[in-house]
């Protein structure tokens, strides 16, 4: 059964600064990653998707790396914003099911 | 292009009642995936189907069902409702199902008293 672990659980930083979210999986066969972001009473924003034969990927200030052999995944924010607040989460799919399997997330403030 | 419309937004039952929620993915999508978010669980996988057929369930009781139309449309239904239904459930599509993109809707925030 596949787990998702992610660190921290909450992170505050000062606005400018570039930070790094990490997520960990117990079952490395996965077919690919992705990150989501999550505002208050809202639903899931796709941020990021990463096959698992790619290694990296990136959208504007966001960069995700995949290491499947050894269960990891970081999100890179660069020059981070009051907007980057929010709850953001790891989700792997594993062979042969269709399912995200979610870890709880890091609560991401940044301060003005 | 539109995004995923689930609907309504927010519901409130009661205890025994049942509720069908609502969920239209984005146009083209064919797999649509359903998700309970609790404070204590967090996000759980329910149900995901495509074309009409569903493909793969998660460890709920069988108050708790599916079903996806020839638009894609899909419906949740919770039968027998209880406190612990209690929730934001998510909707989520994506073109095939694993290896693509999914994308989610807002969530209908159900409460059961």
């Known amino acids: 059964k596949q787990e998702v672990t992610q660190i921290p659980a909450a992170l505050s930083v000062p606005e400018g600064e570039n930070l790094v979210l990490n997520c960990s999986f117990t079952d490395s066969a996965i077919y690919n990653l992705q990150w989501f972001r999550q505002d208050p009473g809202k639903g899931l924003t796709s941020l990021l998707l990463i096959q698992s034969s790619q290694r990296e990927q990136t959208s504007g200030r966001l960069n995700a790396s995949l290491d499947k052999s050894s269960g990891r995944s970081t999100l890179y924010i660069a020059a981070s914003q009051p907007g980057d607040s929010a709850t953001y989460l790891c989700a792997p799919i594993g062979f042969g099911n269709e399912k995200l399997t979610f870890g709880t997330g890091t609560r991401l403030t940044i301060i003005p | 292009k539109a995004g995923v419309t689930q609907t309504p937004r927010y519901l409130i039952k009661t205890r025994g009642q049942q509720v069908t929620l609502s969920c239209s993915p984005i146009?083209?999508?064919?797999?649509v995936s359903w998700y309970q978010q609790t404070p204590g669980q967090g996000l759980q996988f329910l149900f995901e189907?495509?074309?009409?057929?569903?493909?793969n369930k998660g460890n709920f009781p069988g108050r708790f069902s599916g079903r996806q139309f020839s638009n894609s449309r899909s419906e949740m239904n919770v039968s027998t409702l209880e406190l612990g239904d209690s929730a934001l459930y998510l909707c989520a599509s994506s073109l095939e199902g694993q290896g693509f993109e999914a994308f989610f809707g807002q969530g209908t925030r159900l409460t059961v008293v």
């Open positions: 189907y495509f074309s009409e057929t569903q493909r």
């Open positions: 146009s083209g999508h064919r797999s």
